[in-house]
């Protein structure tokens, strides 16, 4: 007969404790992390078996669907390129990162609340003048954007910086048809005067679906679900000595709001797109007239110091 024990006497599987075992499968896995020199590492990745090893027992995983999930993970790895980022998109689509970003931004006071980046901030905005437009293809509805970044106290955040992106009247980002629109399309990165103002024209923002000629969209698709956003512009806002700000300026009453397909909408930041018929306004301002007129004040936590 042969002998398989590499001439160590046969034993028990009680004498070899590391041996998997569906029963302890989380615990045997999180003690193979017990050297790891991080101790948040080792925290993160025990939680991540344990929960991973939950799920699969809850759901009895069959191995036609653990391998189906490994051609989905596949593909979405595939998809990805530096424009498109099919994770970040998983994520999105999953609830994963507006509980992240909640998790990390609580709501406080009268800070402005923080939603989804999304996976279209792949490019650096380029500077413009402030009250510059943003829009270099004239197409859609003209709209001025206003508002004034100030601290917790009221205090204006005095140069601040205030990037700014959106898709456009079709509902494309430049980077989805480059070649077709010009590069930096509908981005500006404005910097905001000594009293934390800001402002710039751009186009009034449609709903438009998130990419879903992927991996992504298939799921949507196997889940019956939309792959819509409401119209929104995106804002981040970034000053020495503050907590840095991504979030978005929602449309009122654009289709959608209850219903985003990364469920990034908060009702604090949602606003009125006012029309505007006011000729000596809109040539004060440079702008076509009638115009949409949105205000969007902005409040952001100043980084307190140990000894504030
Ligand atoms: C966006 O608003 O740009 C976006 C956010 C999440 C997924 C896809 C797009
Ligand atoms: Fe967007």
Known sequence: MTDHTNGLPRTGAEALPGLFDAERSAHIVATSFAASPDPRLRAVLTSLVAHLHDFV??????SQEWEAAIRFLTATG?????????????????????LVDALNNRAEGDLTESTVEGPFHVVVSPPRALGASIDETGKGEPCLVTGRVVDEDGLPVAGASVDVWQADADGYYDVQLPGEVPANNLRGLFTADA?????????VPRFYPIPDDGPVGGLLRATSRHPYRPAHI???????????????????????????????????????????????LAAAVGIANPFRWVNFPIVVRRERKLND
Do not use: W
């Open 234 to 280: 995106h804002v981040e806002v970034t000053a020495p000595g503050v907590r840095t700000l991504t979030t978005h300026l929602f449309m009122a009453g654009t289709p959608y709001l209850n219903s985003d397909a990364v469920f990034g909408v908060k009702a604090s930041l949602i606003r009125d797109f006012v029309v505007l018929d006011d000729p000596e």
């Open 57 to 62: 027992k809850d759901v009895t995983l069959t």
């Open 78 to 98: 595939k998809k990805c390129t530096d424009t498109r980022q099919e994770f970040v998109l998983l994520s999105d689509v999953l609830g994963v990162s507006m």
């Open 195 to 203: 009293e934390g103002r800001f402002r710039f024209q751009t186009i």
